[in-house]
């Protein structure tokens, strides 16, 4: 029965959301619609596609925790339990670390830490575990975390540490195990079809041609991303940036609804059919956490939203993709990465048992502090010029058992809050008043 708590809360769901996405929902309604649907299927699913609700109430509490620098570090922006994954790194290794920089902005360590473990509080309620279960699973994500910043202290050595098939076990080793044996081949191979003894893509309903005006724009927009690359990235193979072929792209996941996309695939490291590459060039939106915070000398730092991205995911990645570029059209930015044949998600469908987990969320938690510590040799930006792990050690000096039972507390409080919101989103939905009608 509504209340006037929950009409005042689903009036708040619906101005984020609205102000978040507006502009997308007109564009394309299809595309929002099954957005919606799929956050409404469960509390976690609305989690991972309602960053910008999680800014509207994180930004408005006040905590102590983030001091010394630490309230303006480069932060992935959207951490929850499903963002981690498998890359084959610039050094050609398997790396296991976290994934998808689209939010990536400057904010305080805490919000990274704090969206995680809210989501590994409603993964661990949907899993049915104890609350005191869950609690121990966050403070062991919370003080792994801590130990990596310390160890980055005591380092002189801030690439050192990385999550291989070497030093991995359980099911992070498996994801490791599974991206060993992937081929390039079988990505092309389902991407693309062979037509007059050369791949051009496949066509279905979510890979079609361009018109040729658009068709140029892409091409166009594909040679100014070559520019930037970083020099110590670039392959210094004629062949290998050569265009073969481009598509407009649909079908991605929860957070890229609306955003306009393209798939275009260029020569490889030889003219063999097998090397290929398949880039994605998608275009960026704005992070969820600069619709609440000043943002007024960081506009003014990039281009657009796809420099936004690529510069982040380079101070937030060590060794990142030697692909990673980004460009405009019609003066919107587009990030542009490889679609690697080599990228597994963590699958936490068979991640059950606590202890399954704990082992898990440790090396999260190690995973974590490295974005915040360590960025990629080729990361120029000078946005934050100190060392961050310094910042968070002195934040946390003296308090860190304090800070772990609060943010025990915290995520536990906030999950529950996610599951009210998710039953009043839904609800808010159905009735058509989410902005884009549920039929």
Not at 216 to 240: G, H, N
Not at 340 to 347: A, R
């Amino acid at each position: 029965m509504a209340t006037a708590r929950t009409d005042a809360r689903t009036d708040v769901i619906i101005e984020v959301l609205r102000d978040a996405f507006a502009p997308l929902m007109r564009a394309d309604p299809a595309a929002f619609r099954a957005k919606y649907r799929k956050m409404a299927s469960d509390p976690h699913a609305f989690y991972r596609g309602s960053a910008c609700l999680f800014y509207n109430d994180v930004t408005s509490e006040q905590d102590d925790w983030a001091g010394h620098g630490a309230e303006r570090i480069w932060i992935h922006g959207d951490l929850h339990v499903e963002n981690f994954g498998t890359y084959l790194n610039s050094d050609g290794r398997l790396i296991f670390d976290i994934n998808d920089f689209d939010e990536a902005y400057l904010g305080r360590f805490t919000w990274d830490l704090q969206r995680f473990a809210a989501s590994l509080a409603l993964v661990g309620w949907q899993k049915a575990l104890p609350e005191e279960s869950i609690r121990k699973l966050v403070a062991r994500f919370a003080r792994s975390y801590l130990a990596q910043v310390n160890h980055y202290v005591a380092s002189d050595d801030d690439h050192d540490f990385a999550i291989r098939l070497d030093n991995a076990d359980g099911p992070i080793h498996t994801a490791l195990t599974v991206a060993r044996e992937m081929r390039r081949a079988d990505l092309l191979d389902d991407l693309t079809v062979l037509h007059r003894g050369t791949r051009r893509f496949a066509e279905d309903a979510t890979a079609w041609r361009l018109p040729r005006e658009e068709r140029a724009k892409v091409v166009a927009a594909f040679r100014s991303y070559l520019d930037t690359i970083p020099e110590s990235k670039r392959f210094d193979r004629e062949l290998f940036y050569e265009l073969r072929d481009v598509v407009g792209k649909s079908g991605f996941g929860i957070g890229s609804a609306g955003l306009p996309a393209y798939n275009v695939l260029v020569e490889g490291y030889s003219q063999a059919l097998d090397n290929d590459v398949v880039l994605s060039m998608k275009q960026a939106n704005i992070p969820a956490v600069s619709r609440f915070v000043d943002t007024s000398d960081v506009d003014a730092y990039f281009e657009h939203e796809g420099h936004r991205t690529a510069v982040s995911q380079r101070a937030l990645q060590v060794h990142t993709d030697p692909l990673l570029g980004h460009t405009s059209i019609d003066g919107v930015g587009f990030v542009v990465s490889e679609i690697s044949p080599y990228e597994v998600d963590l699958d936490w469908s068979e991640i059950n048992e606590p202890d399954d987990m704990r082992a898990v969320v440790d090396l999260l938690g190690r995973a974590t502090a490295k974005i915040h510590c360590a960025s990629d040799e080729d990361s120029e930006q000078d946005l934050v010029d100190f060392q961050v792990e310094e910042a968070i050690a002195a934040s946390m000096e003296g308090r860190r058992n304090e800070f772990v039972s609060w943010l025990c507390d915290w995520g536990i409080a906030y999950a529950v809050r996610v599951r009210e919101d998710h039953a009043l989103f839904v609800d808010a939905f159905r009735e058509g008043r989410v902005g884009i009608a549920s039929t």
